[in-house]
């Protein structure tokens, strides 16, 4: 059974720094398409980051340049640094895997959550003005 777990959320002030991670098992994240939601109350869940299985990146427009997604292969998980964090991006944050979707497959500015059969529980993550 693939699993994907999320740690790492919190509560912050404005400007702020987080990091999250999701350990994954039962597959590897070197054959994955892995990427992060966020769905905040009374909103759809909407994309953030993605990391193909060659490491190559994508992220939507209101997080980039302040979030960075990575991974270790090594230690099969995946993280993603929030850095000048604005209330706005309070919301609770998932992780996702499609095996195989290299490439332009994995731009997660035009994948939809639906397209991911693999989720962790979430954690949530707070910011303060």
């Known amino acids: 059974q693939v699993q994907l777990v999320e740690s790492g959320g919190g509560s912050v002030q404005t400007g702020g720094s987080l990091r999250l991670s999701c350990e994954a098992s039962?597959?590897?994240?070197?054959?994955?398409?892995m990427a992060w939601f966020r769905q905040a109350p009374g909103l759809q869940r909407e994309g953030v980051a993605g990391i193909d299985a060659y490491g190559t990146t994508t992220y939507a427009d209101s997080v980039k340049g302040r979030f960075t997604t990575s991974k270790d292969n090594a230690e099969n998980t995946l993280y993603l640094q929030m850095n000048s964090l604005k209330p706005e991006d309070t919301a609770m944050y998932y992780c996702?895997?499609?095996?195989?979707?290299?490439?332009?497959?994995?731009?997660?500015?035009?994948?939809?959550?639906?397209?991911?059969?693999?989720w962790g529980p979430g954690t949530q993550v707070t910011v303060s003005s």
């Open positions: 996702a895997a499609y095996f195989g979707g290299a490439g332009s497959w994995c731009d997660v500015t035009t994948r939809s959550s639906a397209d991911f059969p693999y």
């Open positions: 039962r597959f590897t994240l070197s054959s994955a398409c």
